[in-house]
């Protein structure tokens, strides 16, 4: 999945009724992998625009990570790892805190890019830090799907699961209140090049 350029295309479902589209678009770096998650969401109340945002490290942890909602009211939360200070910078808004750089961390981004990687075994379980907090991850039975086998992923805290196929992440299914928030892989394209004005 980070391997080369591509956009992911998924398509939201809530309570089992369409509720938007996502657009994840991967590219490799040097040193690490820089994705970007655009997504439209049509949930009852309010609909939102919301744009995820990492750049990861060789190791595939986050370096930079930026999430910004549009709905009502905008707002936009970065966390921005400055290892030669020795602080990891988190902003919301005008506010902005330092914590000490303790050891390298996941965002969500960057712990989706990730998921395919991981060496657990069903009955695993591995915690991975993140700001403020931290995830754990368990590796469950895998599934199969119209014939093809899935890796099948719990994540806690917020109980999300994933199912991955081939690597890719096919299926994302949230608890939200009483329904279930899903994202389902619909297809994969390659990026525009971009041209270069001299």
């Given at each position: 999945?980070t391997?080369?350029?591509?956009?992911?295309?998924?398509?939201?479902?809530?309570?089992?009724?369409?509720?938007g589209?996502?657009?994840?678009?991967?590219?490799?770096?040097?040193?690490g992998v820089?994705?970007?998650?655009?997504?439209?969401?049509?949930?009852?109340?309010p609909k939102?625009?919301?744009?995820?945002?990492?750049?990861?490290?060789?190791?595939?942890?986050?370096?930079?990570?930026?999430?910004?909602?549009?709905?009502?009211?905008?707002?936009?939360?970065?966390?921005?790892?400055?290892e030669?200070?020795?602080?990891?910078?988190?902003?919301?808004?005008?506010?902005?805190?330092?914590?000490?750089?303790?050891?390298?961390?996941?965002?969500p981004?960057?712990?989706?890019?990730?998921?395919?990687?991981?060496a657990?075994?069903?009955?695993?379980?591995?915690?991975?830090?993140?700001?403020?907090?931290?995830?754990?991850?368990?590796?469950?039975?895998?599934?199969?799907?119209?014939?093809?086998?899935?890796?099948?992923?719990?994540?806690?805290?917020?109980?999300?699961?994933?199912?991955?196929?081939?690597?890719?992440?096919?299926r994302?299914?949230?608890?939200?209140?009483?329904h279930?928030?899903?994202?389902?892989?619909?297809?994969?394209?390659?990026?525009?090049?971009?041209?270069?004005?001299?």
């Amino acid at each position: 999945m980070t391997e080369r350029p591509a956009i992911y295309v998924y398509r939201y479902f809530f309570a089992g009724e369409e509720a938007g589209e996502g657009r994840l678009e991967v590219r490799p770096l040097e040193g690490g992998v820089k994705a970007t998650l655009t997504a439209e969401v049509n949930l009852p109340l309010p609909k939102t625009r919301q744009r995820w945002q990492t750049e990861t490290d060789a190791e595939g942890f986050s370096r930079y990570f930026a999430e910004r909602v549009e709905g009502r009211e905008s707002r936009v939360f970065t966390v921005e790892r400055l290892e030669e200070d020795g602080v990891v910078l988190v902003s919301q808004g005008k506010e902005s805190l330092a914590f000490p750089f303790v050891a390298p961390y996941h965002d969500p981004l960057s712990l989706l890019l990730a998921l395919p990687g991981l060496a657990l075994e069903p009955g695993d379980v591995a915690r991975f830090p993140m700001p403020g907090g931290r995830v754990y991850v368990e590796r469950l039975s895998d599934l199969e799907v119209e014939g093809r086998r899935r890796r099948h992923y719990r994540l806690r805290p917020g109980l999300t699961l994933v199912q991955l196929e081939e690597g890719l992440p096919v299926r994302i299914a949230q608890q939200v209140g009483d329904h279930v928030f899903e994202g389902v892989l619909e297809g994969v394209e390659e990026p525009r090049r971009r041209r270069r004005w001299v």
